[in-house]
C-alpha cells in the first residue's frame, strides 16, 4: 500500500529531504535535470517521497539509460506501479496510484491477517485491508474496526464491507474530484473494468493535485504556463512568459489602432482621452468576472452542455444592469468636468459616456463567458491566456464604442 512519507524521511539524510523539496518546488523537466546529477539509487529514494503523479512526471524526463537504473533501484511491487502507472494520462487517476499492500483473500481468518498485518505497518501506512480473489478482483474491504472487534476464527468473508466505492484509471482528476467530493475517505481502490484492483489513490493526494491545478488556472489566464514555479530557473522563465507577452504587445496595438481611427476625434475633443482608461478599466473588470464564474462552473462541472446561451445572455443582462449604474457615475463625471471646462457639449458627453459605458459593459460580459468556451471548443485549456483576449476584446469595444458614438454625435 502507501509508503510511509514522514517515515521515511525521517530516517533519510538531511541532504535526501533537501533534494526532494528541492525537486517538488519544480516542474518536472527542472527536477529531472537536478535529479539526473545524482546516483541512481538517489533519485530512486527521492522520487518515493515525491506525489506519485509528480514522480511518474520525472521518470518521463529521465534519460532512458538513467530510469533503467532507477528503475532496478527500487523494490519490485514499486517498479511494477510505476510501469502501470505510467500507461495513464497525465491527470488521471491512474498516474497517482500507489501499490496497494494489506491485500488478502476472503478466506483468511481474522487472526491470521492480523499477523500479517504487523510487519507491514511498521514499514507502510495502513488505512484499510483490501480482499480480492485470485483474479485479483476486488471483493470488499476491511477497516481496521472491524478487525478489532471481529471474532478470531472468522474469515474475512464474514467482516469485509462488501461493493465497495472505486475510481477507475483512466478518470481524469477534475471528473474523480466530483464523485468524491461528499465522501472524504483517506484511501480510495482503484479499478479497471473488470473490477480488479491496480493500485490505491489517496485523498490527499487528490486534494493535493487539484489545489496546485486552480493555483495554475490563475496563471494561465495570463500567460504563465504550469510547468513554472518558484524556483524554476531565470532563462525557463523567461521562455515561457515572454511568448504570451510578445502576443499581448500584439493585441495591444490592436487597441491603438483603434485609438487612431478617431484621432481627429480625439484631438478635437480631448476631454475624451480623460475617461479611455475609464472605460478601459470597468468593462476589463466586468469581463474578469464573468470570466471567473465561468472557468469555476467549467471546473466544477456545473456548466452542463447546451447551457452555454443560457450563460452568455446572463452575463450580458446582469453587465447590462451593472454598466447602466456604474454609468450613471461615469456620465455625471464627465458632466462636471466638461462643464469645469466650459465645453458646450457636456450633456451630450455625458451621454455617450454612459452609452459607451453600458455597451462596453454588456460586450466584456458575453466576451469574458465565450472566451473560455470558444478555447475549449477548439480544444485548448479554457484558462490559457483567457486574460489577455479578454482584456483585448473590452479594450477595443470600449475604446470604440466612446470614440465612435462622439464622432457621430458630436
Known amino acids: 500500500m502507501e509508503k510511509n512519507h514522514n517515515e521515511t524521511a525521517a530516517t533519510a539524510g538531511p541532504d535526501l529531504r533537501e533534494l526532494a523539496l528541492s525537486a517538488k518546488a519544480r516542474s518536472p523537466k527542472e527536477a529531472a535535470e537536478l535529479l539526473a546529477e545524482h546516483p541512481a539509487g538517489t533519485i530512486a529514494a527521492v522520487l518515493q517521497e515525491l506525489a506519485p503523479a509528480l514522480t511518474q512526471d520525472v521518470l518521463g524526463e529521465l534519460p532512458g539509460g538513467l530510469l533503467d537504473g532507477v528503475i532496478h533501484a527500487?523494490?519490485?511491487?514499486?517498479?511494477?506501479q510505476w510501469r502501470t502507472n505510467e500507461t495513464f494520462e497525465q491527470g488521471s487517476i491512474g498516474r497517482m496510484m500507489v501499490a496497494p499492500?494489506?491485500?488478502f483473500r476472503p478466506d483468511i481468518s481474522v487472526r491470521d491477517t492480523?499477523?500479517?498485518?504487523?510487519?507491514l505497518v511498521r514499514t507502510a501506512f495502513i488505512t484499510y485491508g483490501y480482499v480480492t480473489d485470485e483474479d485479483g478482483k476486488l471483493l470488499g474491504i476491511i477497516t481496521m474496526r472491524d478487525l478489532l472487534f471481529a471474532d478470531d476464527q472468522v474469515p474475512l468473508e464474514s467482516v469485509m464491507l462488501r461493493n465497495a466505492f472505486t475510481l477507475k484509471p483512466d478518470l481524469q482528476l477534475a471528473d474523480a474530484m466530483k464523485l468524491v467530493l461528499d465522501r472524504h475517505y483517506p484511501v480510495y481502490p482503484v479499478c479497471d473494468d473488470n473490477g480488479k484492483l491496480l493500485g490505491l489513490v489517496r485523498g490527499q493526494t487528490m486534494f493535493e493535485e487539484q489545489a496546485?491545478?486552480?493555483?495554475?488556472q490563475v496563471g494561465s489566464m495570463v500567460g504563465v504556463?504550469?510547468?513554472?514555479?518558484?524556483?524554476?530557473p531565470l532563462p525557463n522563465s523567461f521562455k515561457f512568459r515572454h511568448p504570451w507577452l510578445q502576443i499581448n504587445l500584439a493585441t495591444a496595438f490592436v487597441a491603438g489602432a483603434v485609438v487612431a481611427i478617431f484621432q481627429d476625434t480625439v484631438d478635437r475633443l480631448v476631454i475624451l482621452a480623460l475617461f479611455l482608461p475609464v472605460l478601459a478599466g470597468q468593462s476589463g473588470n466586468t469581463g474578469c468576472q464573468a470570466l471567473a464564474v465561468t472557468l469555476r462552473g467549467m471546473t466544477l462541472g456545473e456548466l452542463k452542455a447546451g447551457a452555454e446561451r443560457v450563460l452568455v445572455i446572463k452575463e450580458a443582462s446582469l453587465d447590462a444592469l451593472n454598466g447602466a449604474f456604474t454609468g450613471v457615475v461615469a456620465a455625471l463625471g464627465m458632466y462636471i468636468v466638461a462643464t469645469f471646462q466650459h465645453n458646450p457639449n457636456a450633456l451630450m458627453l455625458s451621454l455617450v459616456v454612459w452609452i459607451a459605458l453600458v455597451?462596453?459593459?454588456?460586450?466584456?460580459?458575453i466576451s469574458g463567458a465565450m472566451v473560455p468556451l470558444t478555447l475549449k471548443r477548439f480544444g485548448f485549456d479554457p484558462a490559457t491566456a483567457s486574460s489577455i483576449f479578454l482584456t483585448t476584446a473590452t479594450d477595443?469595444?470600449?475604446?470604440?464604442l466612446l470614440l465612435g458614438?462622439?464622432?457621430?454625435?458630436?
Not at 504556463?225 to 524554476?232: F, I, N, S, Y
Not at 458614438?405 to 458630436?410: C, E, K, M, N, V
Request: net charge negative; with cysteine.
Open 225 to 232: 504556463e504550469k510547468e513554472e514555479r518558484l524556483a524554476t
Open 114 to 119: 492480523i499477523e500479517q498485518l504487523r510487519p
Open 405 to 410: 458614438l462622439a464622432s457621430l454625435l458630436i
Open 101 to 103: 499492500r494489506a491485500v
Open 359 to 365: 455597451g462596453s459593459c454588456v460586450a466584456s460580459g
Open 212 to 216: 496546485f491545478e486552480i493555483t495554475a
Open 74 to 80: 527500487v523494490p519490485a511491487e514499486i517498479a511494477a
Open 396 to 400: 477595443v469595444v470600449s475604446m470604440g
